[in-house]
Every structure is written in C-alpha cells, then in structure tokens.
C-alpha cells in the first residue's frame, strides 16, 4: 500500500466523524429529553456574597417574600424533611433561607437577597460558589410539593454523585 493511500484513508478517518457532528450540530439534532426535575435557570444567576455564609457544596435555598406567613411555615417543615431524605449526604447539603435578613429559623443559614430575578415560593439548588442551578416551584398543596421534593432529592443525589468538590 503507498503511502499516499494511507495518507488519504488517516485523511478520511479524521474528516468524516468531524463532518457528520458538524452536520448534526447545524440540523439541530439535539436529544429532546432530559433526566433532571428541575428547571435550569435562564438567564444565569449568581448570588454576590455567596461565600460569607460559609456554605458547604450545595444548598437548598427557600426564596421567601417579605415577612414568613404560614404557607412559609409549611415549606420550611417541607425543606426539613427534605434534608433528612438526605441521609448520609447531609454534611454536603445546606438549607438556606434567601430574603430579608431578620427570619431566623433553626437548622437555616440566613441569604439576604434583595427582590431580583429569583421568584418567592421556590426552591433552588445553588452550589457552592453561589450559582443558582435549579428551581423547583412550591405549591399551596401537599401532594404537589411531595413530588416536587422526590424530584429534587433525585436532583441532588446526581450532583453529589457527580461533584469534584464533594
């Protein structure tokens, strides 16, 4: 065999893979389908002064409106329960509670977050570096939520898996 039929087949070998993912790309030919519960945050949102909370790799972060009325109460027992589900990946997980700085919760660490991009009655995961990954919508029924905190356990359990840092 010369070595130009190598030359030309080495040629080939490398092109057409490179071609074929071009054309995929450009035919947006993208997998519609995707394993996680929640939603991804567009546009991204990162969260200043993340670092003085001294957070450990992740955390789930209740938005909360204003002053904490009793559909708040009930999210927070919801959150607590949550964290239990953790088992032994609590030590990787904080509960953060984002909004004014005046509610004090056992068991939450304190976010003061001003009114901006992230909406009241969510759930986020946020990582360690303070960017918003996931959102999960709260409703007033306890079903809903239940389905709702599956999804995220699920989530979280992915990311921990996953994680360099942890």
Known sequence: ??????????????????GGAFL????????GSTVNNGQFLV?????E????????????????AGQ??????VYI???KNIYLALGKNQNKVDLV????????????????YPSGALKADYLYLV??????????ELDRDLQTNRITAKGLIKDLKKLLKYARSS
């Open 1 to 18: 065999m010369s070595s130009q039929k190598v030359l030309t087949i080495f040629i080939i070998c490398f092109l057409l893979p490179l």
């Open 24 to 31: 995929l790309l450009k035919s947006d030919w993208l997998p």
């Open 43 to 47: 546009p991204e949102v990162k969260l």
């Open 49 to 64: 002064q993340w670092s003085k909370i001294n957070p450990k790799p992740w955390a789930i972060a209740l938005r909360v």
């Open 68 to 73: 904490c009325e009793s559909g708040c109460s």
């Open 77 to 79: 027992s919801e959150l």
């Open 97 to 112: 509670l984002l909004g004014s700085a005046g509610r004090q919760v056992k068991g939450f660490k304190n976010y003061t």
């Open 127 to 136: 990582d360690h570096m303070g960017l918003v990954v996931f959102s999960y």
